[in-house]
T-cell receptor, first 116, second 110 residues
């Protein structure tokens, strides 16, 4: 069964450093998402991406964050200058279609980001 | 601006049906009800969704009241592997994002 994959599984970085989290969505999917979950808290939507541009973003997704689909398979989340509060599990998801009737999203296993 | 209300926790005996309620009294006509679950710290897993009719798939059944103000997710024969946090999410027809709340922590006990 096709699945979303994410690398690395755990990333440790120093405050102020840039990190890039990588995701490989399911191959025939067209819509891509990033979510995060701070330890012990709820899953929070960050951004959705379609046709090489951001379609929606939350208030969390500020100028420190960016997303890119550099080739036909990868989808990345970049945090330019990490802060302690960026420590969280970051989930990538993808879906074949979007919108309320067809929004079945498939999530990856997550990347745990630890900012020291 | 929580759109759904769920009990924080529930227990269920293994082999029994687990009935997880969700209140979405302010749901509008073009909003769908989605259910996801998260086992431990894994990525959320889609379970089922519906608009107004009851739905069933290999994982669960979704019962939506006629006024659409509440719904119930039914796991017909719960197993220990169904222990997870279950999220009820209302998603607009035009929205792509899933807005997760606190969910219901279901514990299936032997």
């Amino acid at each position: 069964e096709p699945e979303v994959t994410q690398t690395p599984s755990h990333q440790v970085t120093q405050m102020g450093q840039e990190v890039i989290l990588r995701c490989v969505p399911i191959s025939n999917h067209l819509y891509f998402y990033w979510y995060r979950q701070i330890l012990g808290q709820k899953v929070e939507f960050l951004v959705s991406f379609y046709n090489n541009e951001i379609s929606e973003k939350s208030e969390i997704f500020d100028d420190q964050f960016s997303v890119e689909r550099p080739d036909g398979s990868n989808f990345t989340l970049k945090i330019r200058s990490t802060k302690l509060e960026d420590s969280a599990m970051y989930f990538c998801a993808s879906s074949e279609e979007a919108g309320g009737a067809y929004n079945e999203q498939f999530f990856g296993p997550g990347t745990r980001l630890t900012v020291l | 601006d929580a759109k759904t209300t769920q009990p924080p926790s529930m227990d269920c005996a293994e082999g029994r049906a687990a009935n997880l309620p969700c209140n979405h009294s302010t749901i509008s006509g073009n909003e769908y009800v989605y259910w996801y679950r998260q086992i431990h710290s894994q990525g959320p897993q889609y379970i089922i969704h519906g608009l107004k009719n009851n739905e069933t798939n290999e994982m669960a059944s979704l019962i939506i009241t006629e006024d659409r103000k509440s719904s119930t997710l039914i796991l017909p024969h719960a197993t220990l592997r169904d222990t997870a946090v279950y999220y009820c999410i209302v998603s607009d027809y035009n929205n792509n994002d899933m807005r997760f709340g606190a969910g219901t922590r279901l514990t299936v006990k032997p």
